[in-house]
């Protein structure tokens, strides 16, 4: 016979340890809350991933677009090449010994590097050069004003006096025939802007440029091309693009407080209905990281500056009546919400884990099975098919072989991402402290073509 004492001791126990564990039952609110959140996650993915999907398969069978290629001979209107510097004595002889060599009117050429506080040896050459070329090379030297970038297209775009404004950072390197192919998409009244292809240089330094080589490729050859061809929403770059210069006043002109000053005149042409038009066939080569600390800064400056773009225009592409069609408004806001799915996947992740604990029931079970099948087989390697079909389409399959590592580069990118929206909060511009915010430089020099 167990004593009454022992009895007592034993229900206490057992109330103590229900007040810690509950079962299942107990949790169905919260499991329930979880599994439509996880619902949602995965809903948004399989958005992506047809995205992904229709894109790839649109730039391997589909009619492909490529309307201002066949503009040889025109007369050609007057441009200003912009070429922002920041302490770059390693790459800006590069960019201007390419220029001089364009074909390209050269009256009708005005090259203006704007040298912005170097401390280096930046200055000395761009007189240099100015001093040979006085009719095609006119520096400006800042020393006063808001620094960075945005802040200096802003200042120098006051003084531009031609119909067509190209901008090139200052470790591009042209083609000869480039200045031309980026001109002509501007002679349809409806274009506002062009983006040329982004090509790396460096791509034989090392694994991880070999494999930001892919990445690029994939994101030019195939999702910006079939963006193109699909009458979507190609994205500016203020790396080798231009834009026109009654279109830029139209709409306020470069903002000096984003990180990414391209992604922000990409919607505010947008949404006043200008046409961004990419050219896929006008290559321009670039130097890519060749380090992981400077792959990881990298992203996670275009991660701030695309998701402050998100929250400055989300609302505003939603009530947009300036689209085209159902498809372009869904897919200017996929297009914003690209960096933003990052922190979303992670959120699921933790989601999963966090339902596996509670004790999800068979339902709520399945449903985190059907994540991470979902996302495992086809949303995470949604984007490594476009990587795939960009190698084929440029006459590489080999470089195909590297497609398996793609895969750490993608946890690298999902984690500095995640960890950059947690900075948002740092951008605003009464907060933030503008400085320049680039890509550190390594001088390889120019690639023969």
């Given at each position: 016979m167990i004593p009454a004492s022992a009895l007592l001791a034993l229900q206490s126990r057992d109330t103590i340890f229900q007040s810690i564990y509950r079962p299942p039952a107990a949790f169905t609110l919260t499991t329930l809350i979880l599994s439509v959140l996880l619902a949602a996650i995965v809903a948004v993915v399989i958005l992506y991933t047809i995205r992904h999907y229709v894109f790839t398969l649109n730039r391997l069978f589909g009619r492909q677009r490529h309307p201002y290629t066949d503009v040889q001979s025109a007369a050609w209107p007057a441009i200003t090449l912009v070429i922002p510097?920041?302490?770059?004595?390693?790459?800006?002889?590069?960019?201007?010994?390419?220029?001089?060599?364009?074909?390209?009117?050269?009256?009708?050429?005005?090259?203006?590097?704007?040298?912005?506080?170097?401390?280096?040896?930046?200055?000395?050459?761009?007189?240099?050069?100015?001093?040979?070329?006085?009719?095609?090379?006119?520096?400006?030297?800042?020393?006063?004003?808001?620094?960075?970038?945005?802040?200096?297209?802003?200042?120098?775009?006051?003084?531009?006096?031609?119909?067509?404004?190209?901008?090139?950072?200052?470790?591009?390197?042209?083609?000869?025939?480039?200045?031309?192919?980026?001109?002509?998409?501007?002679?349809?009244?409806?274009?506002?802007?062009?983006?040329?292809?982004?090509?790396?240089?460096?791509?034989?330094?090392?694994?991880?440029?070999?494999?930001?080589?892919?990445?690029?490729?994939?994101?030019?050859?195939?999702?910006?091309?079939?963006?193109?061809?699909?009458?979507?929403?190609?994205?500016y770059g203020g790396t080798v693009g231009g834009v026109r210069t009654s279109a830029l006043r139209e709409v306020g002109g470069w903002r000096d407080d984003t990180l990414t000053e391209d992604t922000d005149l990409t919607y505010r042409l947008l949404l006043s209905g200008w046409l961004t038009a990419y050219q896929n066939r006008s290559e321009c080569y670039e130097e890519v990281p060749e380090t992981w600390p400077v792959r990881v800064r990298q992203i996670r400056r275009w991660a701030k500056g695309h998701n402050q773009a998100l929250g400055n225009y989300f609302g505003a592409v939603l009530r947009g009546r300036m689209f085209r069609g159902v498809l372009q408004r869904v897919d200017a806001l996929m297009l914003l919400g690209v960096y933003a799915l990052s922190p979303l996947i992670a959120f699921g992740w933790i989601i999963s884990i966090a339902l596996f604990y509670l004790g999800a029931t068979p339902f709520q079970g399945l449903i985190v099975i059907l994540v991470i099948a979902s996302y495992s087989t086809l949303g995470n390697f949604a984007a490594f098919f476009e990587i795939a079909a960009a190698a084929r389409l440029d006459g590489s399959r080999g470089r195909s072989k590297l497609l398996p590592l793609v895969l750490f580069g993608f946890l690298i990118s999902i984690t500095s991402i995640t960890a950059s929206a947690f900075s948002l909060k740092k951008l605003s511009p009464f907060r933030r402290a503008l400085v320049w915010d680039k890509t550190h430089r390594y001088g390889k020099g120019r690639r023969e073509s």
């Open positions: 510097a920041h302490n770059e004595e390693l790459v800006i002889a590069h960019i201007l010994d390419a220029l001089l060599d364009v074909d390209y009117p050269r009256e009708k050429l005005r090259v203006v590097p704007v040298n912005d506080r170097s401390t280096d040896r930046t200055q000395e050459i761009l007189e240099s050069y100015a001093a040979k070329y006085p009719a095609l090379i006119f520096p400006v030297h800042r020393s006063e004003g808001k620094p960075g970038k945005a802040a200096a297209l802003k200042e120098i775009t006051e003084t531009v006096t031609t119909d067509v404004m190209l901008v090139f950072d200052a470790d591009y390197i042209p083609g000869r025939g480039l200045i031309k192919q980026l001109v002509a998409p501007f002679f349809d009244p409806e274009v506002g802007a062009v983006m040329g292809r982004v090509v790396p240089l460096n791509s034989d330094t090392n694994l991880l440029t070999r494999l930001l080589d892919l990445e690029r490729s994939g994101g030019y050859q195939v999702d910006q091309q079939a963006r193109m061809n699909l009458h979507l929403v190609p994205q």
